[in-house]
Protein backbone atom coordinates (compact mmCIF):
# COMPACT_ATOMS: atom_id res chain seq x y z
CA UNK A 1 0.00 0.00 0.00
CA UNK A 2 1.08 3.12 -0.76
CA UNK A 3 2.43 5.62 1.66
CA UNK A 4 -0.23 8.51 0.77
CA UNK A 5 -2.82 6.37 0.29
CA UNK A 6 -2.04 5.20 4.61
CA UNK A 7 -1.80 8.97 5.59
CA UNK A 8 -5.35 9.36 4.17
CA UNK A 9 -6.57 6.15 6.21
CA UNK A 10 -4.62 7.45 9.33
CA UNK A 11 -5.16 10.83 9.74
CA UNK A 12 -9.16 10.58 10.02
CA UNK A 13 -8.30 7.96 12.26
CA UNK A 14 -6.44 9.94 14.40
CA UNK A 15 -8.61 13.09 14.41
CA UNK A 16 -11.52 10.80 15.70
CA UNK A 17 -9.39 9.46 18.27
CA UNK A 18 -8.23 13.04 19.51
CA UNK A 19 -12.13 13.93 19.29
CA UNK A 20 -13.48 10.97 21.21
CA UNK A 21 -10.59 11.34 23.73
CA UNK A 22 -10.11 14.93 24.37
CA UNK A 23 -12.68 17.22 22.91
CA UNK A 24 -15.78 14.81 23.52
CA UNK A 25 -15.67 15.14 27.05
CA UNK A 26 -14.83 18.61 27.33
CA UNK A 27 -18.00 19.35 25.65
CA UNK A 28 -19.92 17.22 28.19
CA UNK A 29 -18.18 18.71 31.01
CA UNK A 30 -19.18 21.94 29.37
CA UNK A 31 -22.62 21.02 29.07
CA UNK A 32 -22.79 19.55 32.70
CA UNK A 33 -21.62 22.77 34.03
CA UNK A 34 -24.13 24.66 32.08
CA UNK A 35 -26.94 22.81 33.58
CA UNK A 36 -25.85 23.14 37.02
CA UNK A 37 -25.23 26.31 36.71
CA UNK A 38 -28.61 27.46 35.41
CA UNK A 39 -30.20 25.56 38.17
CA UNK A 40 -28.04 27.00 40.80
CA UNK A 41 -29.28 30.32 39.84
CA UNK A 42 -33.09 28.82 40.23
CA UNK A 43 -33.98 30.03 44.43
CA UNK A 44 -34.26 27.16 46.26
CA UNK A 45 -37.74 27.21 48.29
CA UNK A 46 -38.81 24.54 50.75
CA UNK A 47 -42.42 23.34 50.16
CA UNK A 48 -45.11 21.45 52.02
CA UNK A 49 -48.06 19.35 50.16
CA UNK A 50 -51.74 20.67 51.32
CA UNK A 51 -53.86 18.43 53.05
CA UNK A 52 -57.24 18.30 54.58
CA UNK A 53 -56.90 18.57 57.83
CA UNK A 54 -58.87 16.22 60.68
CA UNK A 55 -62.37 16.38 60.79
CA UNK A 56 -61.92 16.78 64.44
CA UNK A 57 -61.10 20.10 65.99
CA UNK A 58 -61.23 20.78 69.88
CA UNK A 59 -61.48 24.01 72.03
CA UNK A 60 -61.26 24.71 75.94
CA UNK A 61 -62.68 27.76 76.81
CA UNK A 62 -63.56 29.71 80.42
CA UNK A 63 -67.06 28.72 82.13
CA UNK A 64 -68.88 30.01 84.97
CA UNK A 65 -71.01 27.37 86.86
CA UNK A 66 -74.45 27.87 87.87
CA UNK A 67 -77.33 26.13 89.40
CA UNK A 68 -80.29 25.17 87.51
CA UNK A 69 -82.53 27.43 89.18
CA UNK A 70 -81.57 30.04 92.06
CA UNK A 71 -84.51 31.29 94.15
CA UNK A 72 -85.00 33.82 96.76
CA UNK A 73 -87.42 33.16 99.23
CA UNK A 74 -89.47 36.28 101.02
CA UNK A 75 -92.57 36.51 103.06
CA UNK A 76 -96.01 36.72 101.85
CA UNK A 77 -97.28 37.66 104.70
CA UNK A 78 -96.78 40.15 107.89
CA UNK A 79 -95.50 38.59 111.01
CA UNK A 80 -92.76 37.05 113.42
CA UNK A 81 -90.87 34.15 112.88
CA UNK A 82 -92.16 31.61 115.09
CA UNK A 83 -90.23 28.88 114.10
CA UNK A 84 -87.28 27.29 111.54
CA UNK A 85 -86.82 24.09 110.63
CA UNK A 86 -83.70 24.31 107.65
CA UNK A 87 -80.31 25.66 107.50
CA UNK A 88 -78.16 26.44 105.28
CA UNK A 89 -76.40 23.11 103.15
CA UNK A 90 -79.38 21.30 104.51
CA UNK A 91 -81.38 19.32 101.49
CA UNK A 92 -85.13 20.41 101.10
CA UNK A 93 -87.73 18.65 99.76
CA UNK A 94 -90.82 20.43 97.27
CA UNK A 95 -93.30 21.72 99.59
CA UNK A 96 -91.41 20.84 103.02
CA UNK A 97 -91.82 23.88 106.16
CA UNK A 98 -88.94 25.62 106.12
CA UNK A 99 -90.23 28.52 108.67
CA UNK A 100 -93.60 29.54 110.72
CA UNK A 101 -94.64 32.95 110.42
CA UNK A 102 -96.92 34.27 113.78
CA UNK A 103 -99.15 36.65 112.41
CA UNK A 104 -102.11 37.48 115.08
CA UNK A 105 -103.44 40.75 113.18
CA UNK A 106 -104.12 38.56 110.02
CA UNK A 107 -105.49 36.11 112.71
CA UNK A 108 -107.88 38.85 113.55
CA UNK A 109 -108.82 39.94 110.06
CA UNK A 110 -109.89 36.47 109.05
CA UNK A 111 -112.48 36.38 112.06
CA UNK A 112 -113.63 39.80 111.06
CA UNK A 113 -113.90 38.81 107.69
CA UNK A 114 -115.64 35.52 108.36
CA UNK A 115 -118.03 36.72 110.41
CA UNK A 116 -119.10 39.77 107.60
CA UNK A 117 -119.47 36.71 105.73
CA UNK A 118 -121.72 35.25 107.60
CA UNK A 119 -123.60 38.53 108.48
CA UNK A 120 -124.14 39.34 104.71
CA UNK A 121 -125.50 35.71 104.14
CA UNK A 122 -128.27 36.55 106.73
CA UNK A 123 -129.16 39.49 105.31
CA UNK A 124 -128.75 37.40 101.76
CA UNK A 125 -131.64 35.27 102.96
CA UNK A 126 -133.91 38.32 104.21
CA UNK A 127 -133.95 39.46 101.12
CA UNK A 128 -134.61 36.82 99.38
CA UNK A 129 -137.74 35.87 101.56
CA UNK A 130 -138.37 39.46 101.35
CA UNK A 131 -138.50 39.36 97.66
CA UNK A 132 -140.21 36.51 97.24
CA UNK A 133 -143.36 37.73 99.66
CA UNK A 134 -143.57 40.82 97.41
CA UNK A 135 -143.35 39.34 93.73
CA UNK A 136 -145.97 36.99 95.18
CA UNK A 137 -148.10 40.24 96.34
CA UNK A 138 -147.33 42.07 93.03
CA UNK A 139 -149.43 39.00 91.36
CA UNK A 140 -152.25 40.13 92.87
CA UNK A 141 -151.56 44.07 91.97
CA UNK A 142 -151.92 44.11 95.91
CA UNK A 143 -148.69 46.67 95.88
CA UNK A 144 -146.60 48.65 93.22
CA UNK A 145 -144.47 46.98 90.31
CA UNK A 146 -141.75 49.58 91.41
CA UNK A 147 -141.83 48.10 94.93
CA UNK A 148 -141.31 44.49 93.46
CA UNK A 149 -138.63 45.77 91.30
CA UNK A 150 -137.09 46.96 94.31
CA UNK A 151 -136.94 44.19 97.13
CA UNK A 152 -136.02 41.64 94.02
CA UNK A 153 -132.73 44.41 93.05
CA UNK A 154 -132.10 44.43 97.05
CA UNK A 155 -131.86 40.42 96.89
CA UNK A 156 -129.20 40.43 93.69
CA UNK A 157 -127.37 42.79 95.80
CA UNK A 158 -127.20 40.69 99.11
CA UNK A 159 -125.39 38.28 96.27
CA UNK A 160 -122.93 40.67 94.98
CA UNK A 161 -122.16 41.13 99.15
CA UNK A 162 -121.82 37.69 100.11
CA UNK A 163 -119.59 36.94 96.86
CA UNK A 164 -116.98 40.12 98.05
CA UNK A 165 -117.35 38.62 101.65
CA UNK A 166 -116.67 35.13 100.48
CA UNK A 167 -113.70 36.55 98.08
CA UNK A 168 -112.41 38.15 101.15
CA UNK A 169 -112.30 35.36 103.61
CA UNK A 170 -110.33 33.32 100.36
CA UNK A 171 -107.48 35.97 100.28
CA UNK A 172 -107.07 36.14 103.91
CA UNK A 173 -107.13 32.39 103.92
CA UNK A 174 -104.36 32.43 101.25
CA UNK A 175 -102.15 34.64 103.12
CA UNK A 176 -102.78 32.39 106.70
CA UNK A 177 -101.29 29.46 104.44
CA UNK A 178 -98.29 31.85 103.35
CA UNK A 179 -97.13 31.86 107.40
CA UNK A 180 -95.46 28.37 106.39
CA UNK A 181 -92.81 29.09 104.02
CA UNK A 182 -92.17 25.93 101.91
CA UNK A 183 -89.43 25.22 99.55
CA UNK A 184 -90.87 25.64 96.00
CA UNK A 185 -89.14 22.61 94.87
CA UNK A 186 -86.21 20.37 95.60
CA UNK A 187 -83.01 21.94 96.52
CA UNK A 188 -80.61 23.11 98.90
CA UNK A 189 -80.65 25.59 101.56
CA UNK A 190 -77.87 28.11 100.40
CA UNK A 191 -78.34 30.77 102.86
CA UNK A 192 -80.85 31.47 106.06
CA UNK A 193 -81.10 34.95 107.08
CA UNK A 194 -84.23 35.39 109.47
CA UNK A 195 -83.84 34.74 113.72
CA UNK A 196 -86.61 33.60 115.55
CA UNK A 197 -88.64 36.32 116.35
CA UNK A 198 -87.55 38.86 113.43
CA UNK A 199 -90.57 40.99 112.29
CA UNK A 200 -90.93 39.84 108.33
CA UNK A 201 -93.16 42.40 106.25
CA UNK A 202 -94.77 40.64 103.33
CA UNK A 203 -93.15 41.34 99.96
CA UNK A 204 -89.95 42.72 100.46
CA UNK A 205 -87.53 43.85 103.23
CA UNK A 206 -85.60 40.51 104.57
CA UNK A 207 -85.00 37.62 102.36
CA UNK A 208 -85.84 34.66 104.73
CA UNK A 209 -83.95 32.03 102.76
CA UNK A 210 -82.12 31.04 99.49
CA UNK A 211 -82.47 27.52 97.73
CA UNK A 212 -80.75 26.39 95.47
CA UNK A 213 -81.38 23.06 92.71
CA UNK A 214 -77.95 21.58 92.71
CA UNK A 215 -78.67 18.20 90.75
CA UNK A 216 -78.75 19.88 87.64
CA UNK A 217 -75.88 22.37 86.68
CA UNK A 218 -76.06 25.07 84.23
CA UNK A 219 -72.54 25.99 82.90
CA UNK A 220 -72.08 28.63 80.73
CA UNK A 221 -69.81 29.51 77.88
CA UNK A 222 -68.91 32.06 75.35
CA UNK A 223 -68.24 30.43 71.98
CA UNK A 224 -65.97 32.60 69.52
CA UNK A 225 -67.68 33.47 65.69
CA UNK A 226 -65.20 31.27 64.30
CA UNK A 227 -66.72 28.29 65.88
CA UNK A 228 -70.66 29.23 66.35
CA UNK A 229 -72.00 27.02 63.48
CA UNK A 230 -70.49 24.10 65.03
CA UNK A 231 -72.69 24.32 68.03
CA UNK A 232 -76.05 22.45 68.08
CA UNK A 233 -78.02 21.00 70.95
CA UNK A 234 -77.02 17.82 72.20
CA UNK A 235 -73.25 18.47 71.44
CA UNK A 236 -71.29 16.38 74.14
CA UNK A 237 -69.03 18.43 75.81
CA UNK A 238 -66.14 17.76 78.88
CA UNK A 239 -66.61 20.41 81.95
CA UNK A 240 -62.76 20.68 83.33
CA UNK A 241 -62.77 22.19 86.98
CA UNK A 242 -59.12 22.86 88.35
CA UNK A 243 -60.23 21.42 92.03
CA UNK A 244 -60.51 18.31 90.51
CA UNK A 245 -57.28 17.83 88.47
CA UNK A 246 -57.99 14.45 86.08
CA UNK A 247 -61.55 14.69 86.93
CA UNK A 248 -63.77 15.01 83.73
CA UNK A 249 -67.37 15.81 84.03
CA UNK A 250 -69.38 14.88 81.31
CA UNK A 251 -72.25 17.22 80.14
CA UNK A 252 -74.02 18.55 76.42
CA UNK A 253 -75.44 21.95 74.96
CA UNK A 254 -79.01 22.69 76.40
CA UNK A 255 -79.40 25.88 74.52
CA UNK A 256 -77.26 28.83 72.82
CA UNK A 257 -78.74 32.60 72.41
CA UNK A 258 -79.01 32.68 68.75
CA UNK A 259 -77.05 35.85 68.92
CA UNK A 260 -73.64 36.76 69.39
CA UNK A 261 -72.65 39.57 71.55
CA UNK A 262 -71.24 42.74 69.51
CA UNK A 263 -68.72 43.68 72.00
CA UNK A 264 -66.80 40.41 71.95
CA UNK A 265 -68.52 38.22 68.94
CA UNK A 266 -68.96 35.31 70.76
CA UNK A 267 -72.21 33.08 71.73
CA UNK A 268 -73.47 32.43 74.88
CA UNK A 269 -73.63 28.57 75.33
CA UNK A 270 -75.43 26.52 78.18
CA UNK A 271 -74.41 22.87 79.07
CA UNK A 272 -76.59 20.91 81.27
CA UNK A 273 -74.11 18.59 83.39
CA UNK A 274 -75.93 16.27 85.92
CA UNK A 275 -74.24 16.65 89.51
CA UNK A 276 -75.77 13.71 91.59
CA UNK A 277 -73.46 13.86 94.38
CA UNK A 278 -73.21 17.59 94.92
CA UNK A 279 -69.47 17.25 94.01
CA UNK A 280 -69.52 20.62 92.11
CA UNK A 281 -70.92 23.90 93.70
CA UNK A 282 -73.14 26.46 92.26
CA UNK A 283 -70.85 29.78 91.80
CA UNK A 284 -67.40 27.54 90.71
CA UNK A 285 -65.18 28.51 87.83
CA UNK A 286 -64.24 26.05 84.75
CA UNK A 287 -63.24 24.97 81.63
CA UNK A 288 -65.12 23.67 79.08
CA UNK A 289 -63.97 21.55 76.05
CA UNK A 290 -65.72 20.69 73.11
CA UNK A 291 -65.02 18.48 70.17
CA UNK A 292 -66.40 20.01 66.96
CA UNK A 293 -67.63 17.65 64.06
CA UNK A 294 -66.09 20.78 60.88
CA UNK A 295 -69.18 20.85 58.74
CA UNK A 296 -66.56 20.94 55.90
CA UNK A 297 -63.12 19.56 56.64
CA UNK A 298 -60.49 22.81 55.61
CA UNK A 299 -56.99 22.34 54.46
CA UNK A 300 -54.22 23.01 57.18
CA UNK A 301 -50.76 25.01 56.63
CA UNK A 302 -47.77 26.71 58.41
CA UNK A 303 -49.11 30.15 59.18
CA UNK A 304 -46.31 31.36 57.25
CA UNK A 305 -46.89 30.24 54.20
CA UNK A 306 -49.72 32.92 53.54
CA UNK A 307 -48.66 36.54 52.11
CA UNK A 308 -50.84 39.69 53.41
CA UNK A 309 -50.98 41.55 50.18
CA UNK A 310 -52.36 44.54 49.15
CA UNK A 311 -54.86 42.23 46.76
CA UNK A 312 -55.36 40.42 49.47
CA UNK A 313 -54.09 36.91 51.58
CA UNK A 314 -51.67 34.92 48.84
CA UNK A 315 -49.96 31.63 48.86
CA UNK A 316 -47.29 30.39 46.62
CA UNK A 317 -47.24 27.16 44.90
CA UNK A 318 -45.51 25.55 42.56
CA UNK A 319 -46.57 23.66 39.56
CA UNK A 320 -45.41 20.68 37.81
CA UNK A 321 -42.67 22.38 36.17
CA UNK A 322 -41.17 23.83 39.15
CA UNK A 323 -42.66 27.27 38.18
CA UNK A 324 -44.21 29.49 41.37
CA UNK A 325 -47.85 30.72 40.88
CA UNK A 326 -49.23 33.21 43.46
CA UNK A 327 -52.89 32.14 44.40
CA UNK A 328 -55.70 34.18 46.60
CA UNK A 329 -57.38 31.79 49.40
CA UNK A 330 -59.61 32.46 52.36
CA UNK A 331 -58.31 31.94 55.58
CA UNK A 332 -60.34 30.22 58.22
CA UNK A 333 -58.91 29.84 62.14
CA UNK A 334 -55.70 30.61 62.86
CA UNK A 335 -54.28 28.07 65.29
CA UNK A 336 -51.22 29.40 65.92
CA UNK A 337 -48.45 27.61 64.33
CA UNK A 338 -50.50 26.27 61.65
CA UNK A 339 -54.12 28.12 59.66
CA UNK A 340 -56.70 27.03 58.06
CA UNK A 341 -57.37 27.10 54.14
CA UNK A 342 -61.37 27.38 53.50
CA UNK A 343 -61.35 28.43 49.81
CA UNK A 344 -59.19 28.64 47.16
CA UNK A 345 -56.77 25.73 47.31
CA UNK A 346 -56.33 22.19 46.35
CA UNK A 347 -55.54 19.30 48.13
CA UNK A 348 -52.64 17.49 47.03
CA UNK A 349 -50.65 21.48 45.76
CA UNK A 350 -47.34 22.24 46.87
CA UNK A 351 -47.00 25.22 48.86
CA UNK A 352 -44.12 27.26 49.54
CA UNK A 353 -43.74 26.98 53.09
CA UNK A 354 -42.11 30.45 54.13
CA UNK A 355 -42.31 32.88 50.84
CA UNK A 356 -39.96 35.79 50.18
CA UNK A 357 -40.80 39.14 48.54
CA UNK A 358 -38.10 37.96 45.60
CA UNK A 359 -40.88 35.24 44.41
CA UNK A 360 -42.89 36.14 41.27
CA UNK A 361 -45.55 34.52 39.14
CA UNK A 362 -44.08 31.98 36.75
CA UNK A 363 -40.55 32.26 38.17
CA UNK A 364 -38.69 28.89 37.81
CA UNK A 365 -37.99 27.39 41.24
CA UNK A 366 -36.09 24.39 42.93
CA UNK A 367 -38.64 22.91 45.43
CA UNK A 368 -37.49 20.95 48.20
CA UNK A 369 -39.70 18.95 50.51
CA UNK A 370 -40.11 19.52 53.83
CA UNK A 371 -40.75 16.82 56.57
CA UNK A 372 -43.93 17.66 56.91
CA UNK A 373 -44.55 17.48 52.69
CA UNK A 374 -43.58 13.90 53.40
CA UNK A 375 -45.99 12.31 55.97
CA UNK A 376 -48.46 10.70 54.59
Known sequence: MKPARILIILIPLAL??????????????????????????????????ARLSSARSEITLP???????????????????????ADIGDRVKAGQVLAVIDGPDLDQELNQARATLAQAKANLELARISADRWKDL???????????????????AGQAGVTAAQAAVDRLSQLKDFQQVTAPYDGVVSARNAQVGALINAGAGIEIFHIAETDILRVFVSVPQSYVRS???????????????????????????????????????????????????????G??????????????????????????????????????????????????????????????????????????????????????????
Open 63 to 85: AAIEALQDTPIYARTTGYIASWS
Open 231 to 285: IRKGLGADVLVPEFPGRVFHGEVARFSSSLDSASRTLLTEVRLANPKGELFPGMF
Open 287 to 376: EVRFAFQAPQPAILLPSNAAVIAAAGTLVATVDASDRIHLVPVTLGRDFGSQIEIVAGLEPGTRVVAKPSDSLVEGLEVTPVETEDARKP
Open 138 to 156: GKQNAVAQQDVDQKVADYA
Open 16 to 49: AVVFFAGILPRLRATAALGSRAAASARPVVNVVV
